[in-house]
């Protein structure tokens, strides 16, 4: 049981290129979300998926979109990656509705 | 907005004491709360979850919850240098419809 796995766990990127965070889970969980975390501002929320083909905003949208691919899989897109991106970034899942929370080990990203 | 207050520290306490972390929640119709652990450079990982007022125990844990003042603590007996880590509160609000909102964190520091 591997839990919540991301992959990479880290990449550097130039400003202006995309790249695709992918996360996946076994648990058999309904939600799962992707957070930031940068020094001094905690964990911040960035889109989540209470289920299956849904998806919404959390605090910190701008610049990323999301795909619910199937129930196991939550992948996070830069579309065009920016210095301020350069970032933690942690995918979690639950199985009740926004319950315990298990995550992922971390992508370390860093955009030149 | 919902707010998860803690203070970010550090609180340094000698090895073998007790350890107390504090958070304060706006959002008055919480109704579960959590605590993780976060050592440098790793995931966030859930060490205590509490949902009705009172004290709640599991080993040297005890979380303790009061609705009423909107107040969740976490006590850590006999620390070890090992539980130094940031501890992060995470709090479910009141219209079941949203995810966790956590606070900064507060880093203990366990000295040997």
């Known amino acids: 049981n591997a839990g919540v796995t991301q992959t990479p766990k880290f990449q550097v990127l130039k400003t202006g290129q995309s790249m695709t965070l992918q996360c996946a889970q076994d648990?058999?969980?309904?939600?799962m979300y992707w957070y930031r975390q940068d020094p001094g501002m905690g964990l911040r929320l960035i889109y989540y998926?209470?289920?299956?083909?849904?998806?919404d905003k959390g605090e910190v949208p701008n610049g990323y979109n999301v795909s619910r691919l199937n129930k196991r899989e939550f992948s996070l897109r830069l579309e065009s990656a920016a210095p301020s991106q350069t970032s933690v970034y942690f995918c979690?899942?639950?199985?009740?509705?926004?319950?315990?929370?298990?995550f992922g080990p971390g992508t370390r990203l860093t955009v030149l | 907005q919902k707010e998860v207050e803690q203070n970010s520290g550090p609180l340094s306490v000698p090895e073998g004491a007790i350890a107390s972390l504090n958070c304060t929640y706006s959002?008055?119709?919480?109704?579960?709360f959590f605590w993780y652990r976060q050592y440098s450079g790793k995931s966030p990982e859930l060490i205590m979850s509490?949902?009705?007022?009172g004290d709640k125990e599991d080993g040297r844990f005890t979380a303790q919850l009061n609705k009423a003042s909107q107040y969740v603590s976490l006590l850590i007996r006999d620390s070890q240098p090992s539980d130094s880590a940031t501890y992060l509160c995470?709090?479910?609000?009141?219209?079941?419809?949203?995810?966790?909102?956590f606070g900064k964190g507060t880093r203990l520091s366990v000295i040997a």
């Open positions: 979690a899942s639950s199985g009740q509705d926004y319950n315990e929370q298990f």
């Open positions: 995470a709090v479910i609000g009141n219209s079941g419809n949203t995810p966790l909102v």
């Open positions: 648990m058999n969980h309904n939600s």
């Open positions: 959002d008055r119709g919480s109704q579960s």
């Open positions: 998926s209470a289920s299956e083909g849904t998806t």
């Open positions: 509490i949902y009705s007022n």
